[in-house]
């Protein structure tokens, strides 16, 4: 599936539950989408959806993650709530590693870091941090803590938008 067509799920998504500025709700989005979100300790998975036969969405996330590391895996199965219909997502711990992911999880990648960090308010935010300098260490923690993501997070995305060297 094309990024333009990712984006522009997301960018449904935010219209529909009006949310026009960071940090995107994600947890209660699932929630209002109808989807239980549960929370467990495991060493074996980030995170997993299932659909049962009856029609319910259940999302597990693990408990062992920090803070930042749980909505990223609550946005990436969102990605896979709204991009695979109907289909099972359990993504295991260190699964697989850059080019060996299978175009589902780099989808539902994709849907997370547009859904956790959409270009328009990330523009927005870091020309107003930056102020149009030098981007600095202490500028990159600002943004990752607005948006309640990890540093590492927030740099790749800075770097996809372009906005960084």
């Known amino acids: 599936m094309s990024s333009i067509i990712i984006q522009a799920k997301v960018r449904k998504l935010l219209t529909d539950f009006d949310v026009s500025r960071a940090p995107v709700p994600v947890e ?13 300790p495991s060493t074996e998975y980030s995170g997993m959806l299932i659909r049962t036969e009856s029609g319910e969405v259940l999302m597990g996330v693990s408990s062992d993650e920090s803070p930042t590391r749980r909505r990223f ?49 990330l523009s927005k935010d ?4 930056s102020g149009g300098k030098l981007f600095l260490e202490d500028q990159l923690v600002a943004l990752a803590e607005l948006y309640q993501v990890s540093r590492e997070a927030m740099m790749w995305r800075l770097k996809n938008l372009n906005l960084t060297p």
């Open 126 to 129: 870091f020309h107003r941090i």
């Open 73 to 121: 895996t609550i946005a990436h199965e969102l990605g896979h709530f709204h991009l695979e219909k109907n289909k099972v997502s359990i993504d295991y711990r260190g699964n697989y590693h850059g080019s060996d992911k299978p175009a589902s999880e780099k989808n539902a990648d994709d849907f997370a870091a547009n859904l956790l960090m959409p270009r328009s308010f």
């Open 28 to 40: 209660q989005i699932a929630q209002q989408l109808g989807i239980q979100v549960s929370y467990a």
